[in-house]
Nanobody, 122 residues
Framework: QVQLVESGGELVQAGGSLRLSCAAS???????MAWFRQASGKDREFVAG????????FYSDSVKGRFSISRDTAKNTIYLQMNSLNPEDTARYYC????????????????WGQGTQVTVSS
């Protein structure tokens, strides 16, 4: 079982920035990690993912150019730098781990954190 702990979510004004962190208890090189988000009344959607061994990165079209995912292999931690935030980014952000390659499908992920709330005010 991989334990995931997210942090960094808070209330921010539109146009502002936040950095989320997700620390994993352990992770194998073959795994992938990703950020998903779920707004109230909506499905959980893929935001960004990173292959642990190669560092290959994937983004959803809605955040490309504004958000940046990165990893620190020494700390088993991924980050999500979020810039130019707008109210549509308001959601609970979840960190997830897949035992295979990064996927945009939530069902392909084996471990989930509890999430961290991001609220963007207009």
């Amino acid at each position: 079982q991989v334990q995931l702990v997210e942090s960094g979510g808070e209330l921010v004004q539109a146009g502002g920035s936040l950095r989320l962190s997700c620390a994993a208890s352990w992770i194998l090189r073959s795994y992938g990690m990703a950020w998903f988000r779920q707004a109230s009344g909506k499905d959980r959607e893929f935001v960004a993912g990173i292959e642990w061994s190669s560092g290959n990165i994937f983004y959803s079209d809605s955040v490309k150019g504004r958000f940046s995912i990165s990893r620190d292999t020494a700390k088993n931690t991924i980050y999500l730098q979020m810039n130019s935030l707008n109210p549509e980014d308001t959601a609970r952000y979840y960190c997830a781990v897949t035992r295979t390659t990064v996927s945009r499908r939530r069902d392909d992920y084996n471990y989930w954190g509890q999430g961290t709330q991001v609220t963007v005010s207009s």
